[in-house]
């Protein structure tokens, strides 16, 4: 089932918002598809959309690059009501709707929801380099996802918050042809800190986070509490809270990948 080309005449549309695939998907299960024969069909171009002239035209990865410099662009989590989770660039001449890992990778988390067989690419050859390790990875079962994380020592100390860091480090993509999808971060004060990566699900569950303090408290981590909300996790052990976890973007908190969201979310710490 190919999913994509949402839009094709008069404004720049997305080439396949997230939550219209959903639908899609959604319509075709509940008219008996049977997601055990069903592959999800996925683009791997990218498209430019003309201020005048022909509405668009399709462009590899490489050319979209030289078209709007990488640094351009941007993520785009929703218009209006619908989630869209795609990137774009403004041009000289138009909007760039682009297609690589970070893309790929919701997208591929839709066929494991929906159960579905697997997934075709559309079109071989014009793809980013980078969506071979997301696909790897998939396969393997640990679908990378990008998130921006904050950790705040409560009562761990210096030394125990320094080997929590460390820790909470080794989480992530260990090697990336681009850099900044390795772990990285940096401190705000002497008890908060900051990394971004792309995780692997369960990496940054609350969970994986009881084992981390667990480790550096030498406790079971099932004497760990938690308490919180979607974006805010209070960890504690024998009444006394220790770690504060903060999710500015990705994984499953509210404030998801959108940059200029997670910016304004991130200088409320800065």
């Known amino acids: 089932m190919d999913v994509y080309v949402y839009g094709w005449r008069q404004s720049p549309y997305p080439i396949a918002p997230y939550n219209w695939i959903k639908n899609v998907l959604d319509a075709a299960l509940r008219r008996g598809l049977q997601p055990a024969r069903t592959y999800l069909g996925i683009h791997t ?6 201020d005048s002239g022909w509405p668009y035209y399709n462009v590899t990865y490489d050319q979209a ?16 009501n619908m989630t869209v989770r795609e990137k774009y660039a403004r041009t000289a001449n138009g909007y760039l709707w682009l297609s690589d890992g970070d893309t790929l990778a919701h997208r591929l988390h839709l066929a494991d929801e929906f159960g579905l067989a697997g997934v075709m690419l559309f079109i071989p050859g014009v793809e980013a380099e980078a969506i071979w390790p997301v696909i790897a990875e998939w396969k393997a079962g640990v679908s990378p996802w990008h998130g921006y994380i904050g950790l705040e020592d409560i009562n761990l100390g210096a030394t ?6 460390d820790i909470a480090y080794s989480q992530g993509r260990k090697k990336d042809a681009q850099p900044c999808r390795i772990t990285h971060g940096r401190s705000v004060s002497a008890t908060r800190h900051i990394l971004e990566a792309m995780f692997r699900y369960g990496e940054l569950s609350a969970q994986h986070t009881k084992n981390w303090l667990g480790a550096v408290l030498d406790v079971d981590a099932v004497t760990i509490d938690d308490a919180g909300n979607d974006d805010t996790i209070t960890f504690s052990q024998g009444g006394v809270d220790y770690l504060k976890l903060y999710l500015f973007g990705g994984l499953d908190s509210a404030w998801m990948q959108s940059g200029d969201e997670c910016r304004a979310r991130l200088a409320t710490w800065i």
């Open 65 to 80: 690059a030289q078209i709007a410099p990488c640094e351009t662009w941007r993520w785009m989590e929703r218009i209006g």
């Open 45 to 50: 171009y990218c498209r430019h959309w003309l």
């Open 160 to 165: 125990r918050f320094n080997q929590l860091l």
